[in-house]
């Protein structure tokens, strides 16, 4: 395979690629239920449930910039937000007794119910 | 655009629970005509389908940087899904009752991810504040200035105010970590924490020391300039701790009464 320079931006739960002097992307990924891995010192690939043994590579200049990308890319879901604001108000009505979610109007939603998807 | 359009097929039609299901009209893009489909919302997702047991979804409406709205128009039970841009489309969606307009207009303008971050982000702050119990009361929270508005980082809006990366970075799944912005902005809780007397008695507790009902600007500097200090900090607590023990003791003599 060869590899093309490209100028990614995550925005969301998307990863965009572009070439590197054009302003409108040449594609994105829909970053939810995939696998972020670390294959070498600077690659990493995300793969997708469906489909796993299709790997799309991104080699980065430094170890560390690897290092950063696969750390965002593991947080970048819209799945892993949720289960992050599960827990956060979980946290904090074990510590309070109250519900933070009450203020904003969201608490009934089921969507951030404990227990809710469980995946 | 390339998109990995199995990836979201998969998304739309996996077993994950959907945010909210329906049938719902919507109207065309070239001819005004309505088309009933069936409309899943996972996440930001806003995906629909030919038929309720399609296999795949024939479309998806990414909610990001939008604007949900009701029309005026004489279609009833209508909404409108707008985006910012010049090239984008307004999409016109209409329930089959005022009860589902409401219930998808509701979770169709807080699907927006921008939405959630905002709030995990003053949950993570407000679990930070009540872990390492900063002045200004307990678990202290901000009024919000209104209804929450999404942040336009929509797909459409110009490219010079996309980021590179998400601008604040958890360090772990779920753990709470020192966040940059500590207690700044904060206006003091002065309503009071639930179910934190130590005595497990019913009395209401003491009062807060009247330094604490300085207004918002004094309040939240002086949180923000000594939370950097550790060193301070610890002073601080160590003098709010005294005073605080000094007036707890007031309180309870006065409850106790005059002495014989």
Redesign the interface.
Known sequence: AVLKKRLVKLVVNFLFYFRTDEAEPIGALLLEHCRITKEEENVFSISFIEEPERKYCFECATEEQCQEWVEALKRASYEFLRRSLIFYRNEIQKMTGKDPLEQYGISEEARFQLGAHRQ | ????E???A??AT?D??A?NAGFLYKRGERHTAYHRRWFVLK???LFYFEERDSREPVGVI?L?GCNVELCDSAEGFAFAIRFGGTKSRTYVLAAESQEAMESWVK?LS?A???Y??L??R???K??QE?RWGLPGG??G?R??AGP?KPKP?G?EQS?ER?????AI??KE??CAVWNNVLGADRAPDTSG???HDEEGSPRPPPPLPPRRRVSNGEAASAGAAVAESPSTFCRLHEQYSREVARLRQDWQQRQRGPRP
């Open positions: 655009m390339k998109l990995n199995r990836s979201l998969f998304y996996c994950s629970p945010d996440g930001n997702m990414v990001e979770s807080r927006s991810f921008d959630l971050r709030v995990v003053e949950l993570e407000q679990l009540m307990c678990g929270s009024e919000p929450w980082s797909l490219r996309l980021p590179a990366l998400p970075l958890p799944n779920g924490c639930g179910g």
